[in-house]
């Protein structure tokens, strides 16, 4: 990274107005259907800049080839037609810009980082337009991120805590598209080629489906001028498909899989949040109180302090569109494995029973609502929310009413939503090392 460039970060993160202090997000939608969300932050003479196209993620994936939309958001910054790999990271270096792109299971983004003075500004969105609209794919860059894939998935392919990941993918995703990766092969991966990825950023990359998030030293009229410039070129229409299907309700089954070694990797889950859940924030917190909360969770307490079966032992929350994984996990030696499964259902079952208790509620709203402003307490972290916030339509003053309503939970809120969503008996189970 650039040190001047450094340097503004450092100050920009020191100078943040209290994070406590409501967000000022303004958003708006243009002709062509972009949404845009700008948080203004004139006293910093930099710009963050993220646009996420919705619909090119891994969920979108063609049948039976791996990583396409992984490839072609990669490769959107590997190089563009007029620059190749080497002087298009040049050209980024010299304007004292940051250009990167990535993809996940719902979507890809690119964006930058830029100095707020009109020459590094309106170069970085230039170089970024380019990398949008005429990027230039190159075989030799391909070939190498395939062999870079490749050679990634041998090597977690010996890592029982990826194997066990995978396959409870697979059981909780069977048929439906959030299950894409964990269907990933050698054989899949080298089935792609180029005019896969030509097509996909054909039909998934316009601006119908984009969302763009700005926070930096800019105005509305400003932002509005360089979000029309960064598209410039693409499609007005996404004309792949964009809509993910329900997911069904699970059918649990359980997968012993032999692994060499002492440890047994085990994982329990089911299908179970939405990011626009009206349960959501009763989930969050039965989930803190549940695993999530590392020593203060009763999974922790029980099958560490309680019997000692493992160091540790935890639960997530992982929300999507639709109905994204409950998924409880830990490691124990193989002769503790069965004992120590029954242990954790059982810690599911009375959780469900019982619900929490005024004070494992109390320290779960403690906890979530006292680190909840670091989620966005400095610029980059403030368009990653800021992002979410547009990507799942969630509400503007989602910053301020996420602590408010954690608050405001019950422990009979939290005990009834738990027992009317998860049912202990539907979890899918994991076991990678099973004797």
């Known amino acids: 990274m650039h040190s001047f460039i450094r340097n503004f970060i450092l100050l920009a993160a020191c100078c943040l107005p209290a994070a406590a202090q409501a967000i000022d997000i303004q958003r708006w939608t243009t002709a062509e259907g972009t949404q845009v969300l700008l948080v203004e932050r004139p006293e910093i ?8 196209f919705k619909g090119a993620g891994s969920a979108f994936n063609p049948a039976g080839k791996g990583e396409v939309s992984d490839f072609t958001a990669a490769l959107l910054t590997d190089g563009t037609e007029k620059l190749d790999e080497e002087a298009f990271n040049a050209r980024a270096n010299d304007i004292a810009a940051n250009i990167g792109s990535s993809g996940n299971d719902e979507g890809a983004s690119a964006g930058l980082r830029s100095l707020s003075k009109a020459a590094n500004l309106n170069a970085a969105v230039g170089l970024l337009n380019q990398s949008l609209t005429r990027p230039r794919f190159d ?17 977690n392919e010996t890592d029982p805590g990826f194997i066990a990941a995978r396959a409870l993918a697979r059981l909780n995703y069977p048929d439906h598209p959030y299950g894409s990766e964990a269907r990933t092969s050698i054989d899949s991966i080298r089935a792609v080629t180029l005019d896969d990825i030509r097509t996909f950023h054909r039909n998934h990359y316009a601006k119908s489906n984009a969302v763009v998030s700005v926070v930096g030293a800019l105005n509305k009229r ?8 960064a598209l410039a070129g693409l499609p007005e229409q996404s004309s792949g498909r964009g809509t993910i299907p329900a997911v069904p309700a699970p ?8 692994f060499a070694g002492e440890q047994a990797q085990i994982l329990l889950g089911m299908p179970l949040i939405k990011r626009n859940d009206p349960d959501y924030y009763a989930l969050v917190a039965g989930n803190y109180i549940l695993g999530g909360g590392g020593f203060d969770s009763r999974l922790m307490k029980t099958l560490r302090d309680t019997h000692g079966y493992t160091y540790g032992a935890s639960s997530s929350l992982v929300p999507y569109t639709e ?23 059982q810690v599911l079952a009375d959780f469900i029973a019982q619900g929490p208790t005024e004070a494992e509620l109390q320290q779960a709203k403690d906890n979530i609502i006292g680190a909840f402003p670091l989620r966005f307490d400095s610029n980059a ?6 992002n979410l ?18 608050a405001a939970l019950t422990t009979e809120q939290v005990k009834s939503t738990w027992q009317r969503r998860v049912n202990p008996q539907a979890m899918n189970i994991v076991v990678v090392g099973a004797e």
């Open 381 to 386: 972290k403030l368009l990653a929310c800021l």
């Open 222 to 229: 400003q932002t509005e001028a360089l979000v029309k410039k």
């Open 323 to 345: 109905a994204g994984p409950l998924t409880i996990a830990f490691s124990t030696q193989k002769t503790n494995s069965k004992a120590a499964l029954t242990a954790a259902q």
């Open 45 to 52: 003479p930099i710009v963050d800049m993220r646009i996420s």
């Open 389 to 406: 916030i547009g990507f799942y339509n969630l509400p503007d003053d989602y910053l301020e009413a996420y602590p408010k309503a954690i």
């Open 251 to 258: 059918v649990a089954q359980q997968q012993n899989m032999p």
């Open 139 to 155: 075989p030799a860059v391909f070939a190498r991120r395939k062999q870079q894939s490749i050679t990634a998935l041998q090597q």
